[in-house]
């Protein structure tokens, strides 16, 4: 088990090292600069400005310069509003960990809660009507579907503000991140509580006379959870990435809004920042859920 952390902890450095390199030789790859615009500074303005941020040294030392500044807990100011990245990603990460916490708790309790009661209630029309809303649910882009919330709920019929800081504003975005993964938690908890309901097990336990609460609880669910562990790495990952074109069909100040005007705005220092940020957080997430299978089932050998 040491080993296999030891390893994977390894390895997510040089997935998260690789993936800044990635993002910072692509992004300086693309024609333009920050300070390139319709009111564009003149060329002594420009120049100076270069060299204060060392754009005007070849690509491969800005490079290094930004991973020796980056190894001690330095993300460089916005190129755009001189606003330190590192307090900028974490006000914003605020907003964005709430809203992406509760759209993950949602789709897992959900997820577990229909997917269960699908594979209890087999072919019945209750378990048809699961799986054909999960079916469309998973099939829906979290883009299409926050804009569509946004144009019926907020604009057609008004029963919520398109974006303020209450809490009941946060319903639509959540709905919007949480459906999909929470149809995919759905379709495999099914799937997997109808496999384990058929072991051995499970019968002997019914014959002895086991509350079938009992039985789904602490035997079938239990077991069952195994493929939906695996999942919520990947699912973490696709809340973060959603979360960045959800948070601005919604008008939401956190860390996705403060990507995609980074992007707009080619603020480099504050794209590299929110990418290692959530990169750092996507590998994180992976890993916990490697290692909490370990919890779920203590058969499992990672040697």
């Not at 310069?65 to 990245?85: A, E, P, Q």
């Not at 995919?184 to 496999?195: A, F, G, P």
């Not at 959870?225 to 973490?236: A, E, F, S």
């Not at 979360?243 to 980074?262: A, N, P, Q």
């Amino acid at each position: 088990m040491l080993k296999y952390t030891v390893k994977r902890i390894l390895l997510a450095f040089l997935t998260i090292f690789i993936i800044a390199a990635i993002t910072f030789f692509a992004m300086n790859a693309i024609p333009g600069g920050p300070f390139d615009s319709e009111k564009a500074p003149d060329a002594a303005v420009k120049a100076v400005l270069e060299a204060r941020y060392n754009l005007d040294k070849p690509v491969w030392e800005q490079f290094f310069l930004y991973i020796r500044n980056l190894l001690h807990g330095d993300f460089g100011v916005s190129l755009k509003t001189g606003r330190d990245i590192s307090t900028t990603i974490f006000n914003a990460f605020g907003i964005s960990a709430k809203l992406g916490g509760m759209a993950a708790l949602a789709a897992v309790v959900f997820g577990l809660l229909f997917g269960s009661i699908a594979a209890l209630m087999r072919n019945r029309l209750v378990d048809r009507i699961i799986i054909f809303f999960t079916t469309l649910f998973v099939a829906v882009p979290s883009f299409v579907l926050a804009t569509l919330l946004l144009l019926v709920f907020c604009l057609k019929l008004g029963w919520f503000q398109v974006w303020s800081t209450t809490n009941q504003n946060f319903f639509l975005p959540v709905v919007a991140l949480a459906l999909y993964p929470m149809s995919y938690i759905t379709r495999l908890t099914k799937s997997s509580m109808l496999e384990v309901l058929g072991q051995d097990y499970i019968r002997t336990a019914r014959a002895k006379g086991v509350k079938e609460s009992m039985v789904v609880a602490k035997h079938a669910l239990r077991n069952a959870l195994i493929p939906v562990v695996t999942y919520l790495g990947p699912m973490l990952a696709y809340i973060l990435t959603g979360s960045l074109v959800v948070e601005t069909v919604f008008t939401i100040g956190g860390l996705g809004t403060k990507f995609v005007t980074g992007i707009t705005n080619r603020d480099y220092t504050m794209i590299m920042g929110t990418t290692i940020f959530l990169a750092t957080l996507m590998v994180l997430m992976t890993l916990l859920s490697d290692l909490a299978y370990k919890l779920v089932d203590p058969k499992i050998d990672f040697n």
